[in-house]
């Protein structure tokens, strides 16, 4: 049976660590040898012990003798529901924490390594990353919306931490520009709760869901909804709500961009699909499907499109991200099991690949290789970079073997399936639009000649998570089958299939 | 053993680092090692022609193992005559490229990774062929991309990287309509497997049908480089070194055809083939068929540029094949395409590589420059005076025997479809243009005054990979029998 700290234990271990780093960091700094050994040591410490509350749960969840759909675990007895908080366990939510615990711990691997130790705030770094991790965590365990809103806030309010790191006036201005963003999202999302707890009188996902399909007069409730989409939206940076994202994760050091894109992007996926599939389901509830598809097209276009058009390389990564929103939205809205499939699915591998993408980068910026210029024959100066830098743009180009391939294939079969064929042309269309930009920035690496042949040395230790990320896309484009497995018990229990 | 497909596609695998390895130290040996492999391939791959002759199997060797069952897809290993053919031919060509490499590469730099690449692209040629689910036959297909792209951007001539940029996005972009198609078979019929899905597009939704089989056929059509999307292929073919050019139009385009003949029409075209769509279909596969006969003898003839010269007779001679495959299902005229995309991929490949020698020998790429070297190069001018009349359809040499195939079939289509009169004998004129380009090409090259200085004959082993591929044109063209045979045990329609 599980019971309220199993579910609570992964949460808390995350943010009690995050307060331990601290001090554990300054002390280590203060010996002054063996200073990265020991920072190693002490965050493998870490996340290994954080890992097993998060597998003590997984394998409680699948040991119960009858699969049940989801356990709620209310945290509040039961006349003041209104101060309750739920957690649901299900097992979208268990995959979500395996996926952020693992993508956590390579990206937190890479940061230890970028983020020069003997800084001054590094170790606030540090435990801001882990608190971002517990929070991420918390947003996958939430029952209701007020649970998931409180986490998910707190997840984001870190992340302008990670943005600011090196206070440069662009990061200030970009991580300003995401803090103005997030707050109005979050007013949106607030005044939208308040209408759905009034309507309701409940904030559990399942609670509002039976509720939601009794329920007659449904003009107050298309205004809860849009207010809480739109609040999603925009920290998911689904055009026209993008402008932050490009800007933040270009001035943002490349460990905090790599770190947020895999995590918080697809959180911000991850919140969607609660929303909308877990809530609004079937969509004859509150027809939203046609808004939604609008939407994903309109944020695939764009974000190829402005990708296409960007000279700085961090900057034409930044709008791959807001392309693959367009992507992961394809698939919710497709509302198919099919479809949720490829979405869990691209939310491990696009995280990973733009991971990848950002780590990458963010080696040859600090060679001072910035624009698509600089990168001329980059291939040859750095080859291991490259190479990592080659196989993740072929991966989000969706060429097989690698792990991208399977992604879309899985979105666009899910848009046929839904009968929104358009929307599959679309995605196809300007998935070529991204091969071609894609190409265009591995021509420079590979094709122009650079003015200078010397080779650069290159910082070992920072390949060694890149290079781990790379063999799982690789790895999971050759055999799906492994992660397919995780999510398929996910597709059994979706809401809509009766 | 029962592992042979398995094994034929884990020889290349495995050996790519071996070969990269090897070729650190020496590219003459890592070379070396690339056409053992092909020739281990080929060996692996003819323990599979008794059981395929044999009637008991059905004509068919299956293998199949665990893959990712949720997507409907097993790793299915298949072959029959017709790929059985096609996988042979190809790592034919393969060891041939590997051995011309040898001296045409050799004062090239990197060739560890072009070794390493080739061996790569032999994974994905080979799979394309020797599989029929439909998962696999995708990655394969754009598996062929990749090392392609920087073979031909690495070492090519000019500017390589626009060339296969174009090459990239172009068949790249084909293969994501590819994708499209095969999403939606997967949803109509939820498995992947092309025979099982077969059956079960007969009781699906036609107009849905005609999509998916428009989208693979455009998708397809791209890589085979059908007018009007074969934009890519002349730059592509011509900017590519030799060894690549004759692998690119040899087997890359064909595997184009070949996809159009198992996946468009194998598998999809059986739903509408009794509607009038089906009807239609055939008959615009015809007509781009006669388009791009034409349009490729046409630029061929007044191209002055050596390898554009043999890259348009490519782009025609996939309209012989996409009108052989409009066909569709008349015996002859099948067996005649398959047999066709065999004996091109020789010719073509040979045509190549004897080019190839010529611009190595001499440093310069325009035909008008050149004359007379059939005395001074006779093995390379008797190569290319070889592949240059096979691909005019001239026998004995080997196109010419599924050329004339194909025109039995479009007879007896005549007799029953009225419409087909038309393209055949368009399609008749444009063999005589055909032969126009091949005695225009010969003739500027080998015969009449010598212009330059004297030119060597090529080193060893390009002459080895030459003469290789000769005997198999000649042979090919008196004793098509072991293709045929092995082609004629799969009935069509």
């Given at each position: ?14 943010v ?13 700094r ?8 020991l920072?190693?040591?002490w965050?493998?410490?870490v996340?290994?012990?954080?890992a ?18 989801f ?73 209701d ?22 206070k ?18 979050s ?35 298309v ?17 026209p ?23 918080i992007?697809?959180?911000s ?17 509150l ?32 709008n ?46 600090r ?7 600089d ?8 080859p ?31 848009a046929i ?29 590979y ?17 060694v998570p890149i ?10 484009g ?5 992660v ?13 299939i009766? | ?46 323990t599979?022609?008794?059981i395929?002759l ?7 060797y299956?293998?199949s193992?665990y ?52 061996t ?5 040629l ?25 073979i ?36 109509v ?5 092309m ?8 009781t ?6 005609k ?37 690119l ?13 198992r ?21 615009g ?32 001679h ?39 020698a010529?611009?190595?020998q ?24 070889t592949?240059?009349l ?12 599924s ?59 390009m ?31």
């Amino acid at each position: 049976m599980i019971q309220i700290l199993d579910v609570s234990l992964p949460i808390i271990s995350f943010v009690l660590f995050s307060l331990l780093t601290i001090p554990v960091v300054k002390a280590i700094r203060k010996r002054k040898s063996k200073t990265t050994v020991l920072t190693l040591g002490w965050f493998s410490i870490v996340f290994s012990i954080a890992a097993v509350p998060v597998a003590n749960l997984t394998i409680k969840y699948y040991e119960q003798p009858s699969p049940q759909p989801f356990l709620n675990i209310t945290l509040a007895s039961e006349p003041f529901t209104i101060f309750s908080s739920t957690f649901m366990i299900d097992a979208i939510s268990i995959y979500m924490a395996i996926v952020f615990t693992a993508v956590g711990a390579v990206t937190f691997l890479y940061s230890i390594f970028y983020i020069d130790l003997s800084e001054r705030p590094s170790e606030r770094y540090y435990s801001v990353m882990l608190m971002i991790i517990g929070c991420i965590i918390g947003v996958a365990f939430s029952g209701d919306l007020l649970t998931l809103f409180i986490f998910w806030e707190a997840a984001a309010a870190g992340s302008s931490f990670l943005m600011l790191y090196h206070k440069t006036p662009k990061s200030l201005h970009a991580t300003l520009k995401y803090l103005v963003m997030i707050i109005i999202a979050s007013a949106f999302i607030v005044y939208g709760l308040s209408i759905v707890y009034g309507i309701t009188g409940t904030l559990n996902f399942w609670a509002v869901r039976q509720a939601l399909t009794v329920l007659e007069d449904k003009h107050l409730l298309v205004t809860a909804f849009i207010f809480i989409a739109a609040g999603y939206a925009i920290e998911a940076a689904v055009v026209p709500f993008h402008m932050w994202l490009p800007d933040a994760y270009t001035a943002a050091p490349a460990s905090s961009s790599a770190f947020l894109s895999a995590l918080i992007d697809q959180g911000s996926y991850y919140v969607l699909l609660r929303v909308f599939i877990y809530i609004l389901t079937p969509p004859t509830v509150l027809d939203w499907v046609i808004m939604l598809a609008v939407f994903s097209a309109l944020t695939m276009i764009v974000g190829n499109l402005l990708a296409l058009a960007q000279n700085n390389v961090k900057r034409l990564i930044a709008n791959v991200c807001i392309a693959d929103v367009g992507y992961n939205l394809v698939a919710i809205t497709s509302v198919t099991p099919l479809g949720i499939m490829g979405n869990l699915y691209f939310f491990l591998v696009g995280g990973i690949t733009t991971a990848v993408s950002f780590m990458a980068v963010g080696i040859l910026n600090r060679m001072g290789f910035e624009t698509l210029e600089d990168f001329s024959g980059i291939g040859r100066k750095m080859p291991f970079t490259s190479l990592a830098l080659l196989l993740s743009a072929f991966s989000f180009a969706g060429v097989p073997p690698l792990a991208g391939f399977i992604a879309k294939y899985l979105v666009f079969t899910s848009a046929i399936e839904a009968n929104m064929g358009w929307l599959a042309v679309i995605g196809v269309l300007t998935s070529i639009i991204q091969a071609a930009y894609l190409l265009r920035l591995i021509n420079y690496m590979y094709a122009k000649t650079p003015q200078e042949e010397t080779k650069i040395k290159e910082p070992k230790k920072l390949l060694v998570p890149i290079f781990i990320l790379v063999a799982v896309i690789i790895l999971l484009g050759v055999y799906p089958t492994i992660v397919l497995n995780l999510i398929e018990p996910v597709i059994q229990q979706l809401p809509f299939i009766p | 053993m029962q592992n042979m497909l398995l094994l034929t596609l884990l020889l290349p695998t495995l050996g790519v680092p071996f070969v990269y390895l090897t070729g650190k130290k020496s590219a003459k040996a890592a070379a070396i090692l690339v056409a053992l492999i092909a020739i281990a391939d080929i060996a692996l791959l003819s323990t599979t022609v008794p059981i395929v002759l044999d009637a008991a199997t059905e004509h068919k060797y299956v293998e199949s193992y665990y893959w990712i069952p949720i997507l409907g897809s097993s790793f299915t290993l298949f072959v029959d005559g017709i790929s059985l053919s096609m996988a042979i031919i190809t790592l034919i060509l393969i060891l041939t490229a590997a051995l011309f490499s040898v001296n045409y590469m050799q004062e090239k730099k990197g060739l560890a990774e072009y070794y390493a690449l080739l061996t790569l692209l032999s994974i994905g040629l080979v799979g394309v062929f020797i599989t029929s689910n439909l998962m696999l036959f995708y990655f394969c297909w754009e598996l062929m991309l990749v090392p392609t792209y920087f073979i031909i951007g690495g070492w090519g001539y000019r500017e390589p990287y626009r060339a296969a940029f174009k090459f990239f996005i172009f068949t790249h972009a084909g293969a994501v309509f590819v994708l499209l198609g095969i999403g939606a078979i997967f949803m109509v019929t939820g498995d992947l497997d092309m025979f099982q899905a077969q059956t079960a597009l007969m009781t699906a939704q036609p107009e849905l049908v005609k999509w998916i089989l428009l989208s693979l056929t455009a998708g397809f059509a791209v890589k085979m480089a059908v007018v009007p999307v074969h934009m890519w292929l002349p730059d592509a073919h011509s900017e590519a070194p030799a060894p690549m050019s004759a692998l690119l139009s040899g087997v890359i385009i064909g595997a184009g055809a070949y996809a159009i003949f198992r996946v468009s029409l194998g598998t999809v075209f059986p739903a509408v083939m009794a509607t009038d769509f089906g009807n239609q279909f055939l008959h615009g596969l015809a007509v781009f068929g006669v388009i791009s006969a034409f349009f490729g003898s046409l630029i061929a003839l007044v191209e002055n540029d050596i390898k554009r010269v043999i890259a348009y007779s490519s782009i025609a001679h996939m309209g012989y094949v996409l009108f052989g495959l409009s066909l569709f299902p008349f015996q002859e005229a099948m067996a005649g395409t398959a047999l066709h995309l065999v004996n091109h991929a020789v010719s073509k490949g040979l045509f190549f590589l004897s080019a190839g020698a010529v611009m190595k020998q001499l440093g310069i790429r325009d035909i008008r420059e050149m004359g007379g070297l059939a005395g001074q190069m006779p093995v390379t001018a008797t190569s290319s005076i070889t592949a240059a009349l096979s691909i005019a359809g001239v026998p004995p040499f080997a196109c010419f025997i599924s050329e004339f195939l194909i025109f039995v079939g479009a007879f007896q289509a005549i007799n029953s479809d009225g419409f087909y009169v038309l393209p055949t004998v368009l399609m008749l004129v444009a063999t005589v243009l055909s032969l126009a380009y091949a005695l225009r090409y010969i003739r500027h090259i080998f015969l009449g005054p010598t212009k330059l200085k004297k030119a060597e004959e090529v080193p060893f082993f390009m002459k080895l990979a030459m003469v290789i591929l000769v005997v198999f044109v000649i042979v090919l063209g008196i004793w098509p029998t072991f293709f045929l045979d092995l082609i004629t045990t799969v009935s069509f329609g």
